[in-house]
């Protein structure tokens, strides 16, 4: 089945950083999602960005399709982007999300 | 727009018991509504896709007797974990994608519920 990888793992940031987030997957997807989960568990849907370049306020993401990776960028983070970013990807002919492991965010005061 | 809720948020069982989640599109109409499972510091794993008017497709590995998926119409889908065990505690994900727009296969997801059964 399709692999969806994300990096890093997990990231520690000084308030005021910029970050970069990417998602690598192994096949053709027609839906490519990136989503905040919050602490108490609410997905939060950041990007719907199957391809192309997208922005909204400090965040903005883009998708190459052609060679199977999205980036996800946080500028002048703040500590209310802590938590956990999830990409999430759909095959072709398919409904259903496959999604990343996840990168844990952490900003720091 | 594209809000969806579930109820409980929060439930706590006896083993043996059975328990419903709802799940309800409140601002559009969902054919298709999807069940997700997740563990403590982990992914979400996908355990079925709920279909209006039929049956549903469950993953690999989801027994469809225990997971029981009901989707009765555009805008409700329930989830009922059937002779609940303590393995069987975790946080289920429901998520619906909106017919009919351009983004037709977004997806939308509710907050939640967290399941524990002693």
């Known amino acids: 089945g399709i692999q969806v990888e994300q990096s890093p793992p997990d990231l520690i940031l000084q308030e005021g950083a910029n970050s970069t987030l990417r998602c690598n997957f192994s096949?053709?997807?027609?839906?490519l999602q990136w989503f905040h989960q919050n602490p108490w568990g609410q997905l939060i849907n950041l990007f719907y960005?199957?391809?192309g370049t997208k922005q909204n306020g400090r965040l903005s993401a883009t998708t190459v399709a052609t060679e199977r990776y999205s980036l996800l960028y946080i500028s002048s983070s703040q500590t209310t982007d802590s938590g956990v970013y999830f990409c999430?990807?759909?095959?072709?002919?398919?409904?259903?999300?496959?999604f990343g492991q996840g990168t844990e965010l952490s900003v720091k005061p | 727009g594209a809000v969806v809720s579930q109820h409980p948020s929060r439930v706590i069982c006896k083993s043996g018991t059975s328990v419903k989640i709802e799940c309800r599109s409140l601002?559009?109409?969902?054919?298709?509504m999807f069940w997700y499972r997740q563990f403590p510091k982990k992914s979400l794993m996908l355990m079925a896709t709920?279909?209006?008017?039929?049956?549903?497709?469950?993953e690999q590995g989801v027994e469809k007797d225990k997971f029981l998926i009901n989707h009765a119409s555009l805008t409700l889908s329930t989830l009922t974990v059937t002779s609940a065990h303590p393995e069987d505690s975790s946080f289920y994900i429901c998520?619906?994608?909106?017919?009919?727009?351009?983004?037709?296969?977004?997806?939308?997801f509710g907050p939640g519920t967290r399941l524990t059964v002693l």
């Open positions: 998520s619906a994608s909106p017919s009919g727009r351009a983004s037709y296969n977004e997806q939308f």
């Open positions: 096949d053709s997807v027609n839906n």
């Open positions: 960005i199957p391809s």
């Open positions: 999430a990807v759909g095959l072709v002919g398919g409904g259903k999300l496959i």
């Open positions: 601002d559009f109409q969902a054919t298709t």
């Open positions: 709920s279909n209006e008017g039929s049956k549903a497709t469950y």
